[in-house]
Each structure stands twice: as structure tokens, then as C-alpha cells.
């Protein structure tokens, strides 16, 4: 008879949030499963979708081809679209492909997974499972492993970082108020070189942003649960833990902070005014990791009362961002709709990086890319 | 032999014993910012400074063999100058007179003074006049890294050597150059407008990462910006006078020289402008290089405004033309003329050449002068930074 399938290797310790068995786009390999052939298959891969089936970004998976041993039956955006009955008499689907494109995913998943007892593989098509993250799915059966598209964006978010660090210094508001008066009038810059960056949750997209800062000269100051995980990385001139000392002197001690963290039960309203009030005067404040992270109302009073240089913030706690929020008059905020990671492909590569990279080591029997811990939330 | 005369070796001698430098691995403070410098130059003519790289206060050594009697063609209220007018210079050395035209000098020729400092930009004339009236002077330092404003005929057929301050600004630059690129990858003006209206609406951006960046005129400007695009990881193709010297270069993708323009303008996504004003670049990027651009390339230009024909420019920039818009730090004119059509384009970012312009980058040039140049120039060793005063 068959062999019983492997367990599902998921070889990161909860506390372990870098090394081999997470992606990034920039530096790990790619295809190396393209010679897969039927003889390879350890265990067969039935998929279904939380998913609007329309989404053309999804072509990779919804129209194939996809690897040996897999086998897409379809997607949905509610139980109702199922026929559970089915699935669990005949196909038995193992393997659940989430995308915030689902409305109400965080109740929708755990249903699901209720509902279908044989799956076992939850692949969300973002980095960020903040939109999937709930005390349900925490407690849901261990058995169950979660894995994410960390790495897919860091790349284009570090871009816009140094972006947003040199909009600041070199004045480009004033430049182009300048512009619209016809007024030729010479000031001095500033310079990124020599200056701090600190980094508030040094994960993949902090770590791309510290390799461009560096790269520029910079100090970089980071900051994350786990501290000793950084030890021996070159780009870290200092790192901190995830407490708040720590933060206050982060804010302190930076000229540009950006906050890359993830939105969690513990990092709720992380940067909170005690952390803006310990700000170095003319602080630039950069958020692309999640609005829920940083007290919003705190950070309109630093910038307000002119404790912040700036602010250049891509991620609110409400999005779209309220007619009403106070962020969209104030002249030193750079705001741009949660698209600064958008490029015409960045959803389709990380559908691509489910079939050509994660389903392949499903099949296999190998460890899976991007472990997510459930009760940690990232 | 005319070369072997005594110890002092005339400072312009062209094949001069920097060679062995053209390898060194430099490691300055910064974790960083260590530049491999294999095969940078081939036959590198003499040493030049970058302020990222350098090694400062190094490399001369030795007794001092003459003084240094310095005139300043310069501001005598400028505050930038404060560490040559006021503060302690290398014994050895003395400051003579300050001033912008050859009246406000209270000298002599019997006090013979050899250097003459430069930041004055209205030093052409008086520079000439003084050429003339001390023939004692045998090194010309200019404060700026430009020296079109005092290059004449008569100073490239004089016998004094010119250095400048070369590699000063180029970091500075080379930040600017990569918001100018990104300004438009991420589409920054769209971002204002939807503001301005209170409209939340995504939209795509482009990546550098995988983009082509060009630069003509591949100089210390050019390689700090090349610095920068290879860690955002796009493809650089350098272009220069003399290909062969950047042939190693890690920084760059592909290397071509000047009848390659074309080439390099059909492959980028950006185009930097970095290269000096001279005869032979004046107009270079014209309206036959502007057609042979990509669709929707951007234009950068940090150099020198007559480098780029700006009306060529201001045609390829309407709706009709190939560009998608040009971050220009320099113009033909400057101040930009209030009548030029620049001020009105929505698709170009104009700065007041003041892209360069930190606090301290003219006050860290004058001390560079004094800290690196002057101890060099009265031990007889090599100068930093020769500029070639014929091309």
C-alpha cells in the first residue's frame, strides 16, 4: 500500500524569524522545482481557494499549469460556495490558498477549517495575515500550518523608504512650493550619510531597508523580540529588544524610524505618544508595516506641535484613510494609499511563489518556505 | 634630462607613481562604504579624493621642502573659508592677501606667492591678471569641483597646475540622483495631487530593481550614483571618454564610450547627466540622442545645464515626446530665467543647483585644501585631484 505521508516539517522554533526556511525574492533561488516529474511526488496536493475567482492575479494557480501531485479544485468566498459534503467524502483537499481578496477571511478561515478536517496547509497570498489573524485560528488544531509571502515585498518597500528618508532631507515640499512661485532660491540639504535609521521590527522588509541605508552611509539602530537573532549581522550597528526602554531610546537616538512590524496582539499601539514624546526633535516617522502598530492620534500631535520633522506613512489604522483623519492636511505628512509595495506583478509573483516554490516542497516532503506562528501572529 | 631636477618632481608629470593605488581597498570609517577599486582606473594619472573613501590626512609624509605663500581669490567675509583665514594653517604655510579683484591684493612680486585658492565666481578675469602679474604662482586650487568658470586659454597654456575639489559632493548627489528616479518610479507628483483632493486611490509603482540607469560622463559624481543603483539592484551602463579605464569597474553592467550614446540612451530607464562643461560635451544630449531615448525614460541632470540642449529637452518633455519627465539640479541659464517654460512642467523636478548644498560642503571643501593639498604641495608630493585644463 502507500506510505502514510510525511508530517508536515515546520522546522522554525517559534522564535526563530530568520534563516533558510524563509523567502525573499531578491536572494533565494527560484524554480528550482521546474524538473519535477510524477515519480518525485512524496504526497498529492488537493487545493482549494478563499479567494475571488475572478482575481486575475491568481492565474498561476486557478489556470495551471501547476506542478506534478497537485490537483486545484476551486475558489470561494464563503462556505456556501463549497460543497463541503463533497469535499470531505471524495476529495479530501489538504491544502487552503487564502487571499485577502475574501471578504471576512478572519471568520471565513477558521470555518473552513471546521468545516474540511482534512486540511492541513493554510498559504495566505500576503505577508501581513493580520486579515486572517483571531483567537480562533490561534486555538485551532496544531496540526494545522500557516505560511505567508514574506519576502515578496521587502524589496520595493525599502526603495520607498530611502525615498521617503531623502524627500524629508533634501525638502522636496519646499522645492516644489519653490516651483509653483517661480522662486530660484538656494538652500542647504541635508545628507542621509551619517545619519541614523532606527527600525521598528527588523524583519524581512527591515532588513531590506537597512541593506540600501547602509549602502548610504547610514547608522542603523534595530529593534526586535529577539535580539540575539542579530548577532553577527553586519548591517546592525545596534540592536534592541522589543520593550519599551528600548523603543523610547530607538526614538531618541534616530534621525528617520521606520516601522516595518507587524500588526500583532502585542504590537497594538507600540509607538505610542511616550514613544513620540522621547522622539529626537525632527524626526522622521515612517510606517509601511501596519497602521494598528502606531497610536495614530499621538503621532497628528507630534507632528502637530512640530516635535516631527515629518511623517510619510503608506499604512493607517483605517484604510482608505477617513475624508476626516487630520493626516491628509498636514503639509509635512507624505500619505500615499497602501500601494508603495503595488507593482503591476507583485500579486501574481506571489501567487507564483505559492505554485513554483511552496507547493513544490509540499509535495515533496520537504520543509515548507515562511512558517507563520498563529499565536504570535506573524 | 629635463625631468631630473633635483627633488623636486614637476607636479604635473603626468604617469605619476599613483598606479599602485588603482588596487587598494579602501575602508574608511563607515562599516560600508569600502569601495573596491580594482581596475577603477587603469592608468590612473594621479590620485583623487573622494570624501566617502579616502583616507584622510595620509599618504604624505616627509620634511617640508618650500613654503606655501597663498592668495585667496576669494570672499573675505565668506564664513566657508573661515579655517584658511582665520584658523592655524600647516607650518609652512602663510596666507598673503584675500580678495576678488587683483586691486584688493596689497603685494608684491618679491613676495612670490605660489598658490593661488579660488572661490570666487567671478575669478576668470582677475585669475589671468594674476597669472600674469605673479609668475612665482605654480598651483591653482578651486574650491568647486566645476572649474568651467575660470577655465581659459591662457591658464590651459600656463604652466601652473589646477586641482579642484573633486569628489566632494559626489554622495551628496548620488542621494538626490536616486529620489529623482524613485520620484518617478513611485509616481510622487500623483501622490500630492490625490492628496491635495483627499483621494485614497492605489495605484501601481514601478521598481528600480531591475531597471536600467545610464550615466554619461562616468566621474566620481557618476560612480557614487553607480554606488547607490547597484545596491537597488538595476543594471548600470557607464558611459566615459575612455572606456578602458572603468573596464573592471564592479559597479558597472556595461562601459561604452562617447560615439556609444546613442546605445546607452536607448537602454535606460534613467539617464544621469554628470559630465563636465567643455567643448567637446556642450549640447551632447541633443534632439538625435533625446529620439533615440526609451519611452518613458527619465533624465537626471546634476552636471552642467548646457550639457543637455534644453530646448531638445523641453520638446521631449511635452506630452507628445519620449520622456516621462527630468529631474534637473541644473539649467542652461541660472537662475533659471522666469520666462522659461521648465517653471510650467508638471513632469520635471527643478531644483537651484543646490543639490549638493549642505550646510558644510563648501566650509569641508576649503578644509580639505588645507588638510590634504597644502601639507602635500610643500613636501613635494603629489597633489590630489589634477584636472586636465586642455579637455
Same mark, same amino acid.
Given at each position: 500500500? =502507500? ?8 522546522? =522554525? ?18 524554480? =528550482? ?39 486545484? $479544485? ?34 471565513? $478561515? ?91 521590527? &527588523? ?12 549602502? &548610504? ?22 540592536? &534592541? ?14 534621525? &528617520? ?122 | ?25 579602501? @575602508? ?32 604624505? /609624509? ?46 608684491? *612680486? ?9 572661490? /570666487? ?20 586650487? @578651486? ?68 531597471? *536600467? ?117 541644473? *539649467? ?60
Amino acid at each position: 500500500g =502507500r506510505r502514510p505521508p510525511p508530517p508536515l516539517l515546520l522546522s =522554525r522554533p517559534l522564535s526563530d524569524v530568520t534563516g533558510p526556511q524563509f523567502w525573499n525574492r531578491e536572494d533565494s533561488p527560484h524554480g =528550482r522545482y521546474s524538473h519535477m516529474k510524477r515519480g518525485d511526488v512524496v504526497r498529492e496536493a488537493v487545493i482549494v481557494a478563499l479567494a475571488n475567482p475572478e482575481e486575475r492575479a491568481n492565474t498561476a494557480l486557478f489556470a495551471g499549469p501547476l506542478p506534478p501531485g497537485a490537483t486545484y $479544485l476551486g475558489a470561494g468566498t464563503s462556505l456556501a460556495d463549497f460543497d463541503v459534503q463533497e469535499l470531505n467524502e471524495v476529495q479530501q483537499p489538504n491544502v487552503l490558498f487564502m487571499c485577502p481578496s475574501c471578504p471576512n477571511a478572519a471568520e471565513m $478561515l477558521p470555518a473552513m477549517l471546521a468545516a474540511v478536517p482534512s486540511l492541513e496547509w493554510v498559504h495566505a497570498r500576503s505577508a501581513g495575515i493580520d486579515f486572517v489573524s483571531s483567537p480562533e485560528l490561534a486555538q485551532s488544531d496544531k496540526k494545522v500550518v500557516l505560511t505567508n509571502a514574506k519576502g515578496q515585498f521587502s524589496s520595493t518597500l525599502a526603495e520607498y523608504t530611502m525615498m521617503a528618508c531623502s524627500y524629508f532631507a533634501k525638502d522636496l515640499p519646499r522645492l516644489m512650493r519653490q516651483k509653483r512661485a517661480r522662486n530660484w532660491e538656494k538652500y542647504d540639504v541635508e545628507e542621509l550619510r551619517g545619519k541614523t535609521m532606527g527600525i521598528v521590527g &527588523y524583519g524581512d522588509i527591515g532588513r531590506a531597508c537597512a541593506k540600501l541605508a547602509d549602502v &548610504y552611509g547610514m547608522r542603523i539602530v534595530a529593534l526586535r523580540r529577539n535580539p540575539h537573532l542579530c548577532a553577527g549581522d553586519p548591517l546592525c550597528d545596534a540592536v &534592541y529588544g522589543a520593550d519599551k526602554d528600548s523603543l523610547n531610546r530607538l526614538m531618541a537616538e534616530s534621525d &528617520y524610524v521606520v516601522c516595518s512590524a507587524p500588526s500583532t496582539v502585542e504590537t497594538k499601539g507600540m509607538v505610542d505618544a511616550a514613544a513620540f514624546a522621547a522622539a529626537k526633535r525632527g524626526l522622521v516617522f515612517i510606517n509601511l508595516g501596519r497602521g494598528p502598530v502606531v497610536d495614530e492620534d499621538a503621532l497628528i500631535a507630534a507632528l502637530g506641535e512640530g516635535r516631527l520633522r515629518g511623517a510619510a506613512l503608506d499604512v493607517f489604522t483605517t484604510e482608505p484613510l477617513p475624508t476626516g483623519s487630520a493626516l491628509w492636511d498636514l503639509d509635512n505628512v507624505l500619505l500615499s494609499p497602501h500601494n508603495m509595495d503595488q507593482t503591476s506583478t507583485f500579486m501574481h509573483e506571489a501567487t507564483e511563489f505559492f505554485v513554483n516554490e511552496n507547493l513544490p516542497r509540499y509535495i515533496l516532503g520537504e520543509t515548507l518556505l515562511n512558517p507563520v506562528d498563529k499565536v504570535l501572529g506573524y | 634630462l629635463p625631468f631630473a631636477a633635483g627633488l623636486v618632481i614637476p607636479l604635473w608629470f603626468p604617469f605619476a607613481t599613483a598606479f599602485s593605488d588603482a588596487n587598494r581597498h579602501f @575602508s574608511a570609517g563607515s562599516k560600508s562604504t569600502s569601495v573596491l577599486f580594482g581596475g577603477y582606473d587603469v592608468a590612473m594619472r594621479g590620485k583623487f579624493w573622494n570624501r566617502e573613501n579616502s583616507k584622510r590626512k595620509n599618504g604624505y /609624509s616627509g620634511p617640508v621642502i618650500r613654503e606655501a605663500r597663498i592668495l585667496a581669490l576669494a570672499d573675505k567675509d565668506d564664513p566657508d573659508n573661515i579655517d584658511l583665514y582665520n584658523g592655524e594653517l600647516p607650518e609652512g604655510a602663510r596666507l598673503l592677501g584675500v580678495g576678488t579683484r587683483v586691486s584688493d591684493f596689497y603685494i608684491g *612680486t618679491f613676495d612670490e606667492p605660489n598658490v593661488l585658492f579660488v572661490s /570666487s565666481a567671478t575669478a576668470r578675469e582677475p585669475l589671468l591678471e594674476l597669472l600674469k602679474k605673479f609668475p612665482t604662482i605654480c598651483w591653482i586650487h @578651486s574650491r568647486s569641483a566645476g572649474v568651467d568658470f575660470l577655465i581659459s586659454d591662457f591658464l590651459a597654456s600656463s604652466e601652473a597646475l589646477l586641482t579642484n575639489a573633486k569628489g566632494m559632493f559626489s554622495s551628496t548627489l548620488a542621494e538626490y540622483s536616486m529620489m529623482a528616479c524613485s520620484y518617478f518610479a513611485k509616481d510622487l507628483p500623483r501622490l500630492m495631487r490625490q492628496k491635495d483632493v483627499t483621494a485614497w486611490q492605489k495605484y501601481n509603482v514601478l521598481e528600480l530593481r531591475g531597471a *536600467t540607469f545610464g550615466i554619461v560622463g562616468y566621474g566620481d559624481i557618476g560612480r557614487a550614483c553607480a554606488k547607490l543603483a547597484k545596491a537597488y539592484d538595476m543594471r548600470v551602463v557607464a558611459l566615459r571618454r575612455h572606456p578602458v579605464k572603468s573596464m573592471s569597474d564592479p559597479y558597472c553592467d556595461k562601459v561604452v564610450g562617447v560615439n556609444q550614446l546613442n546605445e546607452l540612451m536607448a537602454e535606460s530607464d534613467y539617464i544621469l547627466v554628470a559630465a563636465p562643461l567643455t567643448e567637446a560635451t556642450r549640447g551632447m544630449i541633443g534632439t538625435t540622442q533625446l529620439s533615440a531615448a526609451k519611452e518613458g525614460a527619465v533624465i537626471i541632470n546634476v552636471g552642467r545645464g548646457p550639457v543637455v540642449d534644453e530646448e531638445a529637452l523641453t520638446a521631449a518633455l511635452a506630452p507628445t515626446g519620449k520622456l516621462k519627465g527630468a529631474a534637473l539640479d541644473v *539649467t542652461a541659464v541660472e537662475p533659471l530665467p522666469q520666462h522659461s517654460l521648465i517653471w510650467e512642467m508638471e513632469n520635471v523636478l527643478l531644483s537651484p543647483h543646490s543639490m549638493d548644498r549642505t550646510a558644510t560642503f563648501m566650509r569641508e571643501s576649503t578644509i580639505f585644501f588645507i588638510e590634504e593639498n597644502l601639507p602635500r604641495f610643500m613636501r613635494g608630493t603629489e597633489l590630489y585631484n589634477p584636472v586636465d585644463k586642455v579637455a
